[in-house]
């Protein structure tokens, strides 16, 4: 299909560019601009930011609100106060909107657009950035010391999910995932060794503790803070980096069965799915 005139615009450019950020949606008062190719969610301008933060945090992507009259804020943090950039230059708008969380899990930037959107857009596309240095890759006899992979929900913001699940099943690592990366693996994928970040044994019965590595991908620091999980050896991984991880070792290796957390839970979980009373109980109701 041939492409809109609106698509030509600045106007058109900058929603390319949320849309490759992974922008579901632009919340805003009724009467602020309209992004080609972006859906617009008018409500009351006081609640558009929020909006805006808490479908951030779920991601994949920042949340997006109009806070002013060309004033655009991507947030994936409730509440906070975001920082200002001032784009004059529409050449400048991919890497704006690329560079928004500025290698942070999360974060709120407002876009101030000194522009007119509806005029011709300069000869541009989305751009994406890429972790700096040099990707790393662990020797193979790393496998013999008890590797566990702890994620986060910077592994569904860089949209790598994919990755972390090539990664357990090549070679054959528990992944144990945090509240904000809930959901990255099917509740019975053998890779899927638990959810933590809530209770105070969960580094123990998750097999964190005795891990002889554990692989610290995506994490947020509020939801996973060091204190918590960093007592054993540590190597933090960028989700970018996941492909080349392991990428010397041999496949089709089995991953060790479910830490005592996965069982615990799967017991004190299991008659919720089976549950028919109203209203549903979450395990149930999801």
Not at 10 to 31: H, K
Not at 50 to 67: C, F, K, Q, T
Not at 251 to 277: C, E, H
Request: proline content about 12%.
């Amino acid at each position: 299909m041939a492409p809109s005139a609106a698509d030509a615009t600045i106007a058109g450019l900058l929603g390319r560019c949320l849309r490759a950020a992974r922008v579901r949606a632009c919340f805003g008062a009724p009467g602020h601009p309209t992004l080609p190719g972006v859906r617009a969610a008018p409500v009351d301008g006081a609640l558009a930011p929020l909006l805006a933060d808490a479908s951030g945090r779920i991601g994949p992507g920042p949340g997006a609100a109009w806070v002013g009259p060309q004033t655009l804020r991507l947030s994936s943090v409730l509440g906070a106060d975001a920082d200002p950039h001032v784009v004059r230059d529409p050449a400048e708008l991919p890497l704006a909107v690329a560079s928004w969380r500025a290698g942070r899990v999360h974060a709120s930037v407002e876009l101030v657009l000194d522009l007119d959107l509806g005029a011709p857009a300069p000869v541009a596309e989305p751009v994406e950035l890429t972790p700096a240095g040099a990707a790393p890759t662990l020797d193979p006899s790393m496998r013999d010391v008890g590797v566990v992979v702890l994620a986060g929900p910077g592994v569904v913001h860089a949209g790598r999910v994919d990755e972390v699940a090539t990664l357990a099943h090549h070679a054959g690592i528990g992944v144990v995932n945090t509240w904000g990366a809930k959901g990255i693996f099917a509740w019975d994928d053998p890779a899927h060794h638990g959810t933590v970040g809530l209770q105070a044994d969960d580094a123990a019965l998750s097999g964190i503790d005795d891990a002889g590595l554990v692989l610290a991908v995506g994490l947020d620091p509020a939801e996973a803070p060091p204190e918590r999980w960093g007592r054993r050896p540590t190597l933090e991984v960028a989700p970018e980096h996941l492909v080349t991880l392991t990428m010397r070792w041999s496949g089709d290796v089995d991953i060790p069965p479910p830490p005592p957390l996965y069982r615990a839970l799967a017991a004190a979980l299991a008659p919720s799915y089976a549950a028919t009373q109203s209203p549903l109980p979450a395990p149930r109701a999801a």
